[in-house]
Structures are given as C-alpha cells and as structure tokens.
C-alpha cells in the first residue's frame, strides 16, 4: 500500500506521516525531502523559496514528472510495500504514481483551517516558513498557482480534516487505513 498525502503547507501532513510510521510501519518517502536533498547537495540554504526554485529547475531540466517518477524508482528499488509518500503537488505528481502503482496507490488530502495552519507552522519554526500571516497567505497563493493544487485536491480518494486534537487525527487515520 502507498498513501500519497497532500495538503497545504500547514495542514499536518507530516503529523500524519509520522503517524502512518510509528504505528503500521511505513516509511515515509517526501517530495520536499528530495527538494531538500538537492539544495544540500547543491550547496543552497533549504528556504522555501529556494526550494521552489529547485523544482523549477529540475521540472524544467527532467520534465514535469521528475519527481514522482524518482521517488517511484527508489520505492521499487527499495522494494518498498508500506509507503507514505509525502508532499504530493501537482496533478502530475498524483497520476504518474497512479500510474506507477495502480490500485496500491491511495491519495489522500489533509485539510485545515488556514488560520489553524499558520499557528501550527509558527509552532514548528522550519527554516524558510514565513512569519506574518500576510506573507503566509501570499506564499499559499503562489503556491496554488503554480503548482495548480486546486486540481490535485480534487483527485483525492479520502480526505482527513485536522482542526481538532491530535486524538481526533489519530482516529481519522486509523478509520483511513481500516478502509483500505
């Protein structure tokens, strides 16, 4: 099985991964990890903007499939059967691991109040998060735009909706897995 999360920055989708990890032993897979591992090996400060630029570069070098189609290279290779693949953007991103898995893969969306979100993302403190709920707004915006996230959204087979406790959480995930 391998569950593709998806969700604006914020909404938990890390929280949920972590989650999938501890308790029926997935490994967690990022499409912002391997951004993150480029920068590193390129010798670039992790910011959010400079990852952003980083999948532009690789999107526009590989082609709009780089990243699934590696993450999907290194599941096979690892030959990896409990996957949480986190981070999941474009609608490319969903329908190449669709392609790549079939019916093993399960999208999933992770919703949340944006004002919930911003607090969340504050409380974490990760490099390169803005600081002002108006920069927060605009960077979402861009994001939505560039990545068309609103079309990615709609492809999602369950959706888990994190305004609550972490108890609350919890149970939407463990109800999400017994459905599958």
């Not at 969903?94 to 607090?119: H, N, Q, S, W």
Request: glycine fraction near 8%; hydrophobic fraction near 35%.
């Amino acid at each position: 099985m391998i569950i593709g999360l998806m969700g604006k920055i914020g909404s938990g989708k890390d929280t949920v991964a972590e989650y999938l990890v501890k308790k029926y032993g997935f490994v967690m897979v990022g499409f912002g990890d391997v951004t993150r591992e480029i920068a590193k090996e390129k010798g670039i400060e992790p910011t959010r903007e400079n990852l952003l630029e980083i999948q532009k570069e690789m999107v526009s070098k590989y082609g709009i499939d780089y990243f699934p189609k590696r993450i999907a290279r290194m599941i096979k290779e690892k030959k990896l059967d409990r996957v949480v693949v986190n981070g999941i953007r474009r609608p490319t991103d969903a329908l190449t691991l669709k392609e790549e898995f079939g019916e093993d893969f399960k999208l999933v969306l992770v919703e949340t109040d944006p004002k919930i979100r911003y607090e969340r993302m504050l409380k974490r403190g990760r490099v390169g998060d803005p600081k002002q709920y108006l920069d927060f707004q605009k960077q979402e915006e861009a994001e939505i735009k560039s990545f068309g996230l609103d079309k990615t959204f709609k492809m999602a087979e369950k959706i888990i909706t994190n305004n609550t406790s972490l108890e609350d959480l919890y149970k939407q995930v463990d109800e999400l897995i017994s459905s599958f």
